[in-house]
């Protein structure tokens, strides 16, 4: 909660169109996230970072892609090829990845709104 | 692969009641992790769970890990409207991805 921003709010995407959803966080983390969320469900992992220039896939990475070029940004494009976006985006970040034998605790952005016209 | 599953995946309660949800994990798990998310809002870390049989609270929140570390639980007593949200549990095991539980949702009648 705080420090993690998201942009924008609410996203349309029309078919066959590649869109990006913005994430940034100024708190020196060093682990970032994507997840998915549907209505009435639990968060599904997209892609994480633990580092720069460093990023693997999640539980449903199909039709996603990410970079990891600056610490600060973890930005996902939800490309023509994910048949069903329409979803709730949520990014979050943590100190660090996995520590030892223990995932840290994670720190979430407001969320991203996508819409399918 | 690893699954997280909890229960109930709803919960109405007069305010006032307890509330108990309860979360399972497929495999042993070396830490898990308890979120809340208010409706229409972003998940918020409430709290980890690391040791066997460990019990932590919080206020009126009691959050407990298993002996076999497969299993959670998270009670809340005497509920307030200010409960209202989905809570979540989150577990982890060494070479396995973080996967959230599918989260219970509480609804506070006043």
């Known amino acids: 909660d705080g420090g993690i921003t998201q942009s924008p709010k609410y996203l349309f995407r029309k078919e066959g169109q590649n869109v990006t959803l913005s994430c940034e966080q100024n708190l020196n983390h060093d682990a970032m996230y994507w997840y998915r969320q549907d209505p009435g469900q639990g968060l599904r992992l997209i892609y994480y970072s633990q580092i720069v220039n460093d990023f693997q896939k999640g539980d449903i990475a199909e039709g996603y892609s990410v970079s990891r070029e600056k610490k600060e940004s973890f930005p996902l494009t939800v490309t023509s090829a994910q048949k069903n976006p329409t979803a709730f985006y949520l990014c979050?970040?943590?100190?660090?990845?996995?520590?030892?034998?223990?995932?840290?605790?994670?720190?979430f952005g407001p969320g991203t709104r996508l819409l399918v016209l | 692969g690893q699954q997280v599953m909890q229960i109930p995946q709803y919960q109405h309660v007069q305010e006032g009641e307890d509330f108990t949800t309860y979360c399972n994990s497929s495999t042993t798990l070396s830490n898990i992790q308890w979120y809340k998310q208010r409706p229409g809002g972003h998940p918020v870390f409430l709290i980890q769970l690391v040791k066997s049989g460990e019990v932590k609270k919080q206020k009126r929140l009691t959050f407990q890990f298993g002996e076999a570390k497969k299993n959670s639980s998270l009670h809340i007593t005497a509920t307030q409207t200010t409960d209202v949200g989905t809570y979540f549990c989150a577990g982890y095991n060494y070479g396995q991805n973080f996967v959230f539980g599918p989260g219970t949702r509480l609804s506070v009648l006043p």
């Open positions: 979050a970040s943590s100190i660090r990845g996995t520590s030892g034998n223990r995932q840290e605790t994670q720190y």
